[in-house]
Nanobody, 129 residues
Framework: QVQLVESGGGLVQAGGSLRLSCAAS????????MGWFRQAPGKEREFVAS????????YYTDSVKGRFTISRDNAKNTVYLQMNSLNSEDTAVYYC??????????????????????WGQGTQVTVSS
């Protein structure tokens, strides 16, 4: 069982930055693909970014490319999402998630929420214009 706890959300002005963190329990974190998703009011949960088990491969949804950066520190069992140049469309609850499948494919982007086994409780990000 893996527990994920997000932190770092808050209220920020448009153009500002936030860094989200997701701390994971368990000794197998370094083997998991990790992802960030977000859900705005009245909308479905959508993919934001994913990162391979070793941090080498990352993938982003088009709307955040060049503004957001996903990273991880396996020694700290933590994955991060650095968010810059925030705008009102980034307002949402942000969730981190873990894919615990044994097989990893570097050519696969892990954008489907159904591919993830474990989820955090979410952290609210609000961008004011």
């Amino acid at each position: 069982q893996v527990q994920l706890v997000e932190s770092g959300g808050g209220l920020v002005q448009a153009g500002g930055s936030l860094r989200l963190s997701c701390a994971a329990s368990g000794r197998t974190f370094s083997r998991y693909v990790m992802g960030w998703f977000r859900q705005a009011p009245g909308k479905e949960r959508e993919f934001v970014a994913s990162i391979s088990w070793n941090g080498v491969n990352t993938y982003y949804t088009d709307s955040v490319k060049g503004r957001f950066t996903i990273s991880r520190d396996n020694a700290k069992n933590t994955v991060y999402l650095q968010m810059n140049s925030l705008n009102s469309e980034d307002t949402a609850v942000y969730y981190c998630a873990a894919n615990s499948a044994v097989y990893y494919s570097a050519s696969h982007y892990y954008t489907d929420r159904n591919e993830y086994d474990y989820w955090g409780q979410g952290t609210q990000v609000t961008v004011s214009s």
